[in-house]
């Protein structure tokens, strides 16, 4: 089975390295990093993420607006993203399904829950 690619957005370096340190060395998947919604736009045209995991509280192109963006191109129509977030309330079932959210992921997070709540968002099993 191939290596699930997944693309981490976050404009904190500390937040990008722990997201990035925990999925790969606990699920074994390989991370792409972006420190901005617009890189993270190139990088899913360039390394073609199997999935994504947004900060939503970035300058320029917050996360929401990365989300319509990217469903915007066909390239990022059918990603899978799963928010997180310090700040913002998404409880409305219905704005998560229409931008293609799995799910959201409060932060401060627990860095040794991290990736099973990403995994069990996207419904990927976790490489032993």
């Given amino acids: 089975?191939?290596?699930?690619?997944?693309?981490?957005?976050?404009?904190?370096?500390?937040?990008?390295?722990?997201?990035?340190?925990c999925l790969e060395d606990i699920a074994g998947w390989d991370v792409i990093t972006a420190g901005s919604?617009?890189?993270g736009l190139v990088k899913v045209v360039t390394d073609?993420?199997?999935?994504?995991v947004l900060d939503v509280m970035m300058?320029?192109?917050?996360?929401?607006?990365?989300?319509?963006?990217?469903?915007?191109?066909?390239e990022g129509q059918s990603i899978p993203t799963?928010?997180?977030?310090?700040?913002v309330r998404l409880d409305e079932p219905e704005i998560l399904s229409k931008l293609g959210i799995e799910?959201?992921?409060?932060?401060?997070?627990?860095?040794?829950?991290?990736?099973?709540?990403i995994a069990a968002y996207l419904g990927w099993d976790i490489e032993e």
């Fill in 1 to 21: 089975m191939a290596t699930k690619r997944i693309l981490v957005i976050d404009d904190e370096p500390d937040v990008r390295a722990i997201v990035q340190g």
């Fill in 37 to 39: 919604g617009q890189e």
């Fill in 48 to 52: 073609k993420p199997d999935a994504i």
């Fill in 59 to 74: 300058p320029g192109m917050d996360g929401l607006a990365f989300l319509k963006e990217l469903r915007n191109q066909p």
């Fill in 82 to 87: 799963v928010l997180l977030t310090a700040k």
């Fill in 103 to 117: 799910g959201v992921v409060s932060k401060p997070f627990d860095p040794f829950m991290l990736t099973e709540q």
